[in-house]
């Protein structure tokens, strides 16, 4: 199938209409509404998914180009909030042996307050304080 027809069919609306996108195996979903990175998590688990974890340069060109064509800064599902320094993905994927984003001078931890991860504009990530709040990136794998 061509990749908008694939698109529309594997990944089912929202109840907030807006649609899951359908990339490599998985649905996205790019919310709405700003939020803390602790209710964006919540959001995402509530509609049976996870924040987006980012574990591959695939995966963050997709959603760099959200990120670029909305114009906007999303949660994703990283933080050190445990322990500083030491970043988790929400799913338990290894975050040091897999692929990440950092812009340039972060994750720098500013005010000694900063544990949530989320994506700038460009796509870059930053660390930001968990109260901050912005949209999120959900994702889930494609329904059977
Ligand atoms: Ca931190
Ligand atoms: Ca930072």
């Given at each position: 199938d061509p990749p908008s027809l694939r698109s529309s069919r594997s990944c089912p609306r929202s109840r907030t209409t807006a649609e899951w996108e359908y990339?490599?195996?998985?649905?996205y979903y790019f919310s709405l509404t700003r939020m803390s990175w602790h209710k964006a998590k919540a959001q995402c688990e509530e509609m049976r998914s996870q924040l987006a974890v980012i574990d591959s340069y695939a995966k963050q060109v997709k959603t760099q180009l959200q990120t670029g064509i909305l114009n906007e800064?999303?949660?994703?599902?990283?933080?050190?909030?445990?322990?500083?320094?030491d970043w988790e993905w929400v799913d338990g994927t290894d975050y040091k042996t897999t692929f990440t984003f950092w812009k340039e001078g972060e994750p720098n931890n500013s005010g000694s307050n900063e544990d949530c991860a989320h994506l700038w504009v460009s796509g870059k990530w930053n660390d930001v304080y968990c109260t901050y709040e912005c949209y999120y990136i959900c994702e889930k794998p494609v329904p059977k």
């Amino acid at each position: 199938d061509p990749p908008s027809l694939r698109s529309s069919r594997s990944c089912p609306r929202s109840r907030t209409t807006a649609e899951w996108e359908y990339f490599g195996g998985k649905c996205y979903y790019f919310s709405l509404t700003r939020m803390s990175w602790h209710k964006a998590k919540a959001q995402c688990e509530e509609m049976r998914s996870q924040l987006a974890v980012i574990d591959s340069y695939a995966k963050q060109v997709k959603t760099q180009l959200q990120t670029g064509i909305l114009n906007e800064r999303f949660w994703i599902g990283l933080t050190d909030q445990h322990s500083e320094g030491d970043w988790e993905w929400v799913d338990g994927t290894d975050y040091k042996t897999t692929f990440t984003f950092w812009k340039e001078g972060e994750p720098n931890n500013s005010g000694s307050n900063e544990d949530c991860a989320h994506l700038w504009v460009s796509g870059k990530w930053n660390d930001v304080y968990c109260t901050y709040e912005c949209y999120y990136i959900c994702e889930k794998p494609v329904p059977k």
